[in-house]
């Protein structure tokens, strides 16, 4: 089993930044792909980043150039910058974490949730 821990939500005001932190523990040495997906009131939750064991990144459009994933084995820690934040990135923001290179939402292990909240 694989427990995650998120940390660094809050409210912001729009332009603003936060970084958000997701602490793994358990057995941690099956874990390659890790993340962050969101979800907003009303929407379905989405994915907004992952970073393998390696250091690949992916993200979604809404995100790029805003939004940094990275990630620190030795301490088994994803962190997600968020920068020019937006009220639109008002959401409740999960961590999630794979054995494989893809995060697949129904096999992953998931947070509590952090909520980030952006005003206008």
């Known amino acids: 089993q694989v427990q995650l821990v998120e940390s660094g939500g809050g409210l912001v005001q729009a332009g603003g930044s936060l970084r958000l932190s997701c602490a793994a523990s358990?057995?941690?040495?099956?874990?390659?792909?890790m993340g962050w997906y969101r979800q907003a009131p009303g929407k379905q939750r989405e994915l907004v980043a992952t970073?393998?064991?390696?250091?690949?990144?992916n993200y979604a459009d809404s995100v790029k150039g805003r939004f940094t994933i990275s990630r620190d084995n030795a301490k088994n820690t994803v962190y997600l910058h968020m920068s020019s934040l937006k009220t639109e990135d008002t959401a409740v923001y999960y961590c999630?974490?794979?054995?494989?290179?893809?995060?697949?939402?129904?096999?992953?292990?998931w947070g509590q949730g952090t909520q980030v909240t952006i005003s206008s």
């Open positions: 999630a974490a794979d054995r494989v290179g893809v995060i697949s939402p129904t096999r992953a292990y």
């Open positions: 970073i393998l064991r390696g250091g690949y990144t």
């Open positions: 358990g057995s941690i040495f099956s874990i390659n792909a």
